[in-house]
C-alpha cells in the first residue's frame, strides 16, 4: 500500500481512538485547528468545482468529518467534566464569545445551531432527496438517449461507455449524498445533546467534586461549553453549507465565483436602479447621506464599468465573427455552400430599398406575408419562404424575379410615382411615362401624384408600387407553382393531412402510391391552376384508382373528376351560362388515333401538319373571345382531354381545357365556337 493510503487508514483508526483514549490539551488542540481547516478547505472546494462528479468523494468525505468532530466532541467533553480544562482553543473561542455575558454567548451558539439545523441542514437534505429521485427517474431516458446517438453514429463506442458510465456514477452520487446528509442532521442533534451534557453535568461536578461555588461553577462551565460547542458548530457550519452547495450545483462552463459575478453582473441597468434606490434612501429617509452615498456611487460606478466592458466585448465578438466568416468563405468547404438554391428570390437595385425598409415606410414583407397566406387559400400550396435581395449589378429601379435561381420575370417600378392602367379608352388629358404593366403586359403610364385623382375619375386603375410588385410575384407563383412543390414539401401537406385523417393518408402511402408518386398527381394540379387545398378529396380518389394504375397523367384525370364542384366554381359563376370553344368530332378523332402506348405510359404523336392546323384554327377562336372581352375555355371529352392539353401547352398555357366529366349536370353550357380539322 502507498505511504497516502495508510495515512488515511491510521486517521480513521485515530479518530476512532479517540473516543476512547484520553488525549492531552495540547493535541487536542491541534486537532481543533486541523478541523476547522479542513471544513474551510472542503467548502472552498465545493465552490470551485464545476460540476458534482468533480468532487465525488464527497459523501464519504462528509461521513468522515461528522466522525472526526463527534470524537473531538467527546475528548472535550471529558476534559471538561473531568478537568474543568479543555485546552486553549476551546477556552479562546468561549471567552472570546461570552465577554463576560454567558447569556449572549448561548444566545450566538444557539443561533448557529439554528441556521446549521432548520436552514442549511434541512434545505441540503431535501434538494440531495429531490436530486437523487430525478436522477433515478431519468436514467433509463439519459441510456437512451445515448444508444439513439451511437446508432447514429454521432458517437462512437468509447464515448457511449464513458457516457453511461457518468450516467451510472451521477446516480450513485446522488443517492448517496442523499444518505450522506442525514449525517449533518443528526450531528447537529447530537452538538444540541452535547451542550446541554456539558452544562449541567459540568456544574454539578464543579459544585460537588470539585468545591466550586455556584457562581464560579456557572461562569467556567458555561464558557467552555460555549467553546466547546462553537468549535465544532463553526466547521459543521462550513461543511453543511459545503454540502448544499454541491447537490443545488447545476452543470456549467464555469466554478461557482465565475457564474455568479457572471450572471450576477450581467445586467448594468438594474445596478442603476439599485444604486439610485440606496441614494434615495438617504436623501428621504432618517438613514443619513453619509451611510448611503458611497455605496450608491460605487453601484452606479460598477453598472458604468459593466456597461462599457459589455459594449466593448461586444464588439470584439462582432469582429471574431467577421474574421470568421472571412476565413470561411477562404477554406475550401466554403464552396458547398454556393450549392444552396432559394425556392424563390427577390431582387432589386438600390433605388427600390425603400420598398422593403420598415422605418422608411416600406410594407414588403408585410405583403409577402399576405401573398403566401392568398396561395395558401386559393391553391393549397405552403409557399417557401422568400429570400428578398439588393443586388447592384441591377438597375436603381429594377426589380427581378427568380425561381429556384432563374429568372422568371422582372420590371422597373418609379416610387414616387403610380401605375395607371386605361379602361379600354385613352384619355388625353392623362399625360405619363408609358411603360407596360408587368404581371399581365397591358400598356400602362406612371403618373405623378397631382394627376391620380384626375386618372381615377376618368376610369384609369390606379396603383402604388408596391401593389405592382405584389400583384406580379403573386401571379409568377401561381404560374410556377408546380415547380414549388416538390417531395419534401409534400411530405409536408401529407403529414399535416395524417393529424386528421391518418387512416386515409396509411391506406394511400406507401401501400398504393409513393410521395413522388403523388407529388407528380398534385403538380400536374397546379400546373393548369387547380387548387390541391381539397386534399381529402385528392387522396379518396387517389386511394381508389391508384389500384389499378400507377400513370399520373391518368390519376390525375381520375382526381380532376372528383374536383368536378371545385372546378366548376372555379370557371362559372352560380347561374351564369358558360361559354366555351368545343372540339368538334373529326378532331377528337384525329387525336384518339394518334395516341401511342409505350412502357411509360400513352403519349401524343400528331403528325406537324395536323398539329400547325389546330393550332391555327384555336388560336382563331381564342382570338375571337378575347377581342370580346371573354374568358376562352376549351372543352372536349374526358378520354382525350389530357392529349389535348399536351398539343396546347407550349402556346397556349393560359387556356382552360376541361371536360364534360370535370362540369356539374346543373351548368348551362354555351357552345360559342368549334375547333375541327
Same mark, same amino acid.
Given at each position: ?62 461521513? +468522515? ?263 470561411? *468563405? ?33 410594407? !414588403? ?5 399576405? +401573398? ?121 401537406? *401529407? ?30 394540379? !397546379? ?90 384554327? !384555336? ?37 382552360? *381545357? ?20
Amino acid at each position: 500500500m502507498k505511504m497516502k493510503e495508510i495515512t488515511v487508514l491510521l486517521g480513521v483508526i485515530g479518530i476512532v481512538l479517540m473516543m476512547i483514549l484520553p488525549i492531552p490539551t495540547w493535541l487536542l488542540d491541534i486537532l481543533l485547528v486541523i478541523n476547522i481547516s479542513l471544513a474551510l478547505l472542503i467548502l472552498l472546494v465545493a465552490m470551485n468545482t464545476k460540476e458534482a462528479l468533480q468532487f465525488s468523494i464527497f459523501p464519504s468525505l462528509l461521513l +468522515i468529518t461528522t466522525l472526526f468532530r463527534l470524537a473531538l466532541n467527546i475528548s472535550t467533553t471529558k476534559l471538561i467534566l473531568s478537568e474543568g480544562f479543555a485546552g486553549t482553543v476551546v477556552s479562546t473561542f468561549g471567552s472570546w464569545i461570552a465577554r463576560g455575558q454567558i447569556a449572549v454567548g448561548f444566545i450566538v451558539f444557539l443561533i448557529l445551531v439554528v441556521v446549521q439545523f432548520i436552514v442549511i441542514t434541512k434545505g441540503s437534505e431535501r434538494v440531495a432527496e429531490v436530486a437523487a429521485r430525478f436522477t433515478l427517474d431519468a436514467m433509463p431516458g439519459k441510456q437512451m438517449s445515448i444508444d439513439a446517438d451511437l446508432n447514429a453514429g454521432l458517437i462512437n463506442e468509447q464515448q457511449a461507455r464513458e457516457r453511461r458510465r457518468k450516467v451510472e456514477r451521477e446516480a450513485d452520487y446522488y443517492g448517496a449524498m442523499d444518505g450522506a446528509t442525514k449525517f449533518v442532521k443528526g450531528d447537529a442533534i447530537a452538538s444540541i445533546i452535547i451542550l446541554i451534557i456539558n452544562l449541567v453535568g459540568g456544574f454539578i461536578i464543579g459544585m460537588s467534586m470539585l468545591g466550586l461555588s455556584f457562581s464560579d461553577a456557572l461562569s467556567t462551565y458555561s464558557v467552555l461549553t460555549i467553546g466547546d460547542g462553537l468549535v465544532s458548530q463553526i466547521p459543521a457550519l462550513l461543511i453543511s453549507t459545503a454540502s448544499g452547495l454541491i447537490v443545488t450545483r447545476s452543470s456549467s462552463e464555469g466554478n461557482l465565483a465565475s457564474d455568479l459575478t457572471e450572471q450576477l453582473m450581467s445586467y448594468p441597468k438594474l445596478l442603476y436602479i439599485v444604486g439610485g434606490t440606496v441614494a434615495l434612501l438617504g436623501f428621504f429617509t432618517p438613514i443619513h447621506i453619509i451611510t448611503t452615498l458611497p455605496l450608491a456611487l460605487i453601484l452606479l460606478y460598477a453598472a458604468y464599468n459593466m456597461q462599457k466592458n459589455m459594449a466593448r466585448k461586444q464588439i470584439e465578438v462582432e469582429q471574431q465573427e467577421e474574421e470568421q466568416q472571412i476565413e470561411e *468563405v477562404r477554406s475550401p468547404e466554403s464552396v458547398i455552400n454556393l450549392l444552396q438554391v432559394d425556392p424563390i428570390e427577390f431582387e432589386f437595385g438600390y433605388g427600390l430599398i425603400p420598398l422593403a425598409d420598415v422605418q422608411q415606410g416600406g410594407d !414588403l414583407l408585410d405583403r409577402i406575408i399576405m +401573398i403566401r397566406r392568398q396561395c395558401a387559400l386559393e391553391l393549397g400550396l405552403v409557399v417557401p419562404v422568400i429570400r428578398i435581395r439588393d443586388n447592384i449589378q441591377l438597375k436603381p429601379n429594377e426589380y427581378v424575379i427568380k425561381i429556384k435561381g432563374n429568372n422568371v420575370g422582372g420590371g422597373e417600378l418609379l416610387l414616387n410615382h403610380y401605375l395607371a392602367m386605361s379602361p379600354g379608352y385613352d384619355d388625353e388629358s392623362i399625360s405619363g411615362i408609358e411603360t407596360l404593366e408587368p404581371a399581365f403586359g397591358l400598356p400602362a403610364l406612371w403618373i405623378d401624384e397631382t394627376t391620380k385623382e384626375r386618372a381615377e375619375l376618368s376610369g384609369y386603375t390606379v396603383v402604388d408600387p408596391p401593389s405592382v410588385v405584389a400583384t406580379h410575384l403573386t401571379e409568377l407563383i401561381k404560374k410556377h407553382a408546380h415547380e414549388l412543390i416538390g417531395r419534401q414539401e409534400t411530405k409536408t401537406l *401529407v403529414d399535416n393531412l395524417r393529424e386528421n385523417y391518418p387512416v386515409l393518408v396509411d391506406e394511400l402511402i406507401p401501400s398504393v402510391l409513393g410521395i413522388g408518386d403523388v407529388q407528380k398527381v398534385l403538380a400536374k394540379l !397546379l400546373r393548369e391552376k387547380i387548387s390541391i387545398r381539397d386534399l381529402v378529396t385528392i387522396f379518396e380518389s387517389l386511394a381508389d384508382y391508384g389500384q389499378y394504375t400507377k400513370d399520373p397523367d391518368v390519376l390525375t384525370e381520375y382526381v380532376r373528376q372528383a374536383l368536378s364542384r371545385q372546378i366548376t366554381q372555379q370557371f362559372s359563376q352560380e347561374g351564369e351560362t358558360l361559354k366555351v370553344i368545343t372540339v368538334g368530332p373529326t378532331l377528337e378523332k384525329k387525336i384518339a388515333e394518334s395516341v401511342q402506348q409505350s412502357d411509360q405510359g400513352s403519349y401524343l404523336a400528331m403528325d406537324p401538319m395536323s398539329t400547325q392546323t389546330v393550332y391555327q384554327k !384555336l388560336s382563331e377562336q381564342v382570338n375571337r373571345l378575347l377581342q370580346s372581352g371573354q374568358q376562352p375555355i376549351l372543352l372536349t371529352s374526358p378520354t382525350i382531354r389530357m392529349y389535348l392539353r399536351q398539343v396546347i401547352e407550349r402556346t397556349m398555357q393560359d387556356i382552360p *381545357v376541361l371536360s364534360y366529366s370535370e362540369l356539374e349536370p346543373n351548368v348551362e353550357i354555351q357552345s360559342v365556337g368549334v375547333v375541327n380539322l
